[in-house]
């Protein structure tokens, strides 16, 4: 029954195929059917239907568009209310004064960066989905993107957020100033608790103004580990580009068989680079660039125009939904982060333990932060294998811990990374967390099951 | 008694010289004389005086250089150890591929920087304190300083805490990578925690290549209103400062009577502007600027030699203890931070204050981002004119408020603010506090009566 009347004039359903929609989302977890799905449409209905759920012992998972990575976004019990915020799409203020935006949670990051230039400005987190992901779903995650290297991730931007918690309580944290020093920071919690706190309602980011020019470079290399030197020999020279991201040749011949871009598939490793800022500073920053990776035998080239840079940029942020269509396989795949001058050592283990196995493993990501996005492809019905795969998942994620890395850089936590969340933080961590979410949802109404 | 015989080879003191040094900060605060003070040099020494001290049911008050200006160090039951942190000052490593350093809480904010600068490193946060406080402080009041507006504030460049709790539990808080998104993010909340949810031990801190370049322009209007419009086109042309800072006549006649530095005292307002990146694109910047300026009457200087921008930035930094230092005058200082758009209006509500009560206000700060350092000077001995003052502050926080802005910018609540704390926050927000509060310090003995 796909309903209004159910629910105070709020768009519900428990029918069927939209139930089915919201029972899955981009990552490889397998989840539950929901009982229910509602469309708020402003706070107020919001609070309506928490105060509606929780008189009936539902569950709630808050939902942006579903392109989370772990498994944050999907149902694990069946007698749950998934809460959509995509009806919640408007941009309420520009202020290019102030450099902030008020957004309604469901507004898509890419709609938001379109809107904002505008007015001569950015958002700098820029999530490989930012065509389809939601800025709700970006702060619930701490999403980042390429851009993070010089400009931070969704914590460095969001100044405030409304939250509706799940005692119906509606609590406006920070504030409009970029500055504020008033008691605990409790909108850090939000940030990153992918829905486990209570729903994201409303929020206010920090915009920029954007750069005067933007350069594009593709250097390719004979090696990885060239590449990972390569890649800390620019950053230590001072230089903060504002992407560096690293593609090995599997994700090189993979963009080049859906893409044709006629990008060298004979190489072992590429970075995409890029510079911004005002022209003459840039330039200089590139020819720098160009010498670095010279020495390591690397050949750089230019991608000046805006088409040829967005053709790019496409491939690269399709990786992902490429690897996905891959017949006969499987991915498993992990987002790692380690410390930069870790690089070329998570290169080589990551190597390592695909030689050994046999298992194909795609790398791609932000090398500039040391954020590697680990992709294992195991064959689709061999469950020795997938077994395997998931082996592998823990002796990556011990390795990442070891050399003092997260086991997860900005896709979080949700359900796929729960197993391993004790590799990460010791038990009194966990307890803690644990009791910071009972003081916001004591009866444990928000999303169970996720992060621990 | 100064003694290494009472608590395991911890030196710790019941004299009365030292317990009354450790009764005061740089605030206006009055607080108790605590009954001991223990300098612990390790983490290991710290849980010894943690489990020491809550067995004899002592509270406890974590301090660095007591250079806090809301009185967050100071304690107020004279049952408390003030555990000292300046004995632990040891920059434990400065890693330049990863651009990280580790430190121990007490390493003075500008040392760190004097050792860094041997890296061509820099660390972003400069308290006008810095040449004092310590980085365990900055953490503990989420420091700002100038530098703000272009770099962000501690939180920005904090990785990593290892804090031990009054439970005697030692935990690690984040880790060396830039991107992580386990779980909530504790960490979050110790920075700016004032000391009341555990003692901060260790400190991982995000360090930057220096920049090429600094260029100081130093411009005076003749009215602050112009001054303020001038900060909000600067801003607005895209154009970001490293530093922004906004000097009124009053500051600028206590500098001059100071050091003599030959500013002009008979304009109404100054700015003082740095400019820092490669030489060429900061000079058209630095042009840009003196354009926006003379819309605005404003006449700009350049300040071009290292010595001559040293001496402005020393006697900008002087001008919190040269208030001080002004006979029969007792200062009430507060710090807010507004919406950068807001910033005129600020100025024009200050004066407005000022002019009814006849009670002068020095005003200066980050108008760059917003945070304004506001210093009422009432007579030392009038105890009528006090109560005006303290009037005054609650306006000043009610108006501060209602435009969306917070009660403090970069110095935090301690116990200076707390009376005007509900201004701020809801009392549910109040309420959730506590119950962090009591998660990480269930019986209450981190620094009691602060922030709420």
Redesign the interface.
């Known amino acids: 029954m796909k309903d209004t009347k159910l629910l105070e004039g709020i768009e519900i359903s428990d029918e069927k195929e939209d139930l089915i929609c919201y029972s899955y989302d981009a990552s490889y977890a397998k989840g539950t059917i929901p009982e229910f799905v509602a469309w708020p449409k402003s706070s107020e209905e919001i609070v309506k239907v928490v105060k509606w759920a929780t008189n009936r012992g539902l569950k709630m998972l808050p939902r942006g568009a579903g392109t989370g990575m772990a498994g944050g976004a999907i149902p694990i019990n069946s007698r749950t209310v998934v809460i959509s915020l995509e009806r919640m799409r408007e941009v309420l203020e520009i202020?290019?004064?102030?450099?902030?935006a008020t957004l309604e949670p469901g507004v898509i990051n890419g709609e938001l960066q379109k809107e904002l230039m505008i007015y001569?400005l950015f958002y700098p987190p820029d999530p490989a989905s930012m065509d389809y992901c939601t800025i709700g779903g970006n702060v619930a995650?701490?999403a980042?993107g390429p851009r993070?290297?010089k400009y931070?991730?969704t914590?460095?931007y969001c100044l405030a957020i409304e939250v509706v918690l799940s005692t119906g309580?509606v609590?406006t944290?920070g504030?409009?100033?970029?500055?504020?020093?008033?008691?605990?920071?409790?909108k850090?919690?939000f940030?990153?608790?992918e829905g486990t706190?209570g729903i994201i309602s409303k929020i206010t980011v920090r915009v920029?103004?954007?750069p005067?020019e933007v350069i594009t470079l593709l250097i390719s290399f004979n090696s990885v580990e060239s590449a990972g030197k390569s890649v800390?020999e620019i950053?230590?020279?001072?230089?903060?580009p504002r992407t560096l991201e690293f593609l090995d040749s599997s994700c090189l011949s993979l963009i080049e068989k859906n893409f044709e871009l006629g990008l060298p598939t004979n190489v072992e490793a590429m970075l995409l680079v890029e510079l911004d800022?005002?022209i003459?500073?840039i330039k200089?920053q590139g020819e720098k660039i160009v010498d670095i990776a010279r020495k390591f035998n690397g050949e750089a080239k230019i991608a000046t125009d805006y088409y040829s840079r967005e053709n790019l940029w496409k491939a690269r942020r399709s990786i992902s939904p490429c690897i996905l269509k891959m017949k006969d396989k499987e991915k498993i795949n992990i987002d790692i982060?380690?410390?930069?001058?870790?690089l070329s050592k998570t290169f080589v283990k990551l190597n390592e333990l695909s030689n050994k196995s046999n298992i194909p493993i795609i790398s791609f990501g932000?090398a500039g932060?040391?954020?590697i996005h680990v992709n294992i492809l195991v064959e689709k019905s061999n469950e020795e294998e997938k077994k395997q795969g998931f082996e592998m998942v823990k002796k990556i994620f011990e390795f990442t811990v070891s050399i003092?890395?997260?086991?997860?850089?900005?896709?979080?936590?949700g359900i796929t990374k729960k197993p391993y969340?004790d590799i990460?933080?010791?038990k009194?961590?966990?307890e803690?967390?644990q009791?910071?979410?009972r003081?916001?949802d004591p009866k444990g109404f928000m999303n169970p099951g996720k992060?621990?």
């Open positions: 202020n290019s004064k102030n450099f902030t001569g995650t701490n980042g993070a290297i931070g991730v914590r460095n309580t609590l944290l504030g409009k100033t970029f500055k504020r020093v008033t008691g605990y920071e409790m850090e919690l940030i990153g608790s706190l920029l103004p954007q005067e800390s950053i230590g020279s001072g230089i903060i800022g005002e003459t500073s200089r982060a380690v410390p930069i001058d870790s932000h932060d040391g954020n003092g890395g997260a086991i997860s850089g900005e896709h979080g936590i969340i990460q933080l010791e009194k961590q966990i803690l967390m009791a910071i979410k003081v916001f992060i621990f």
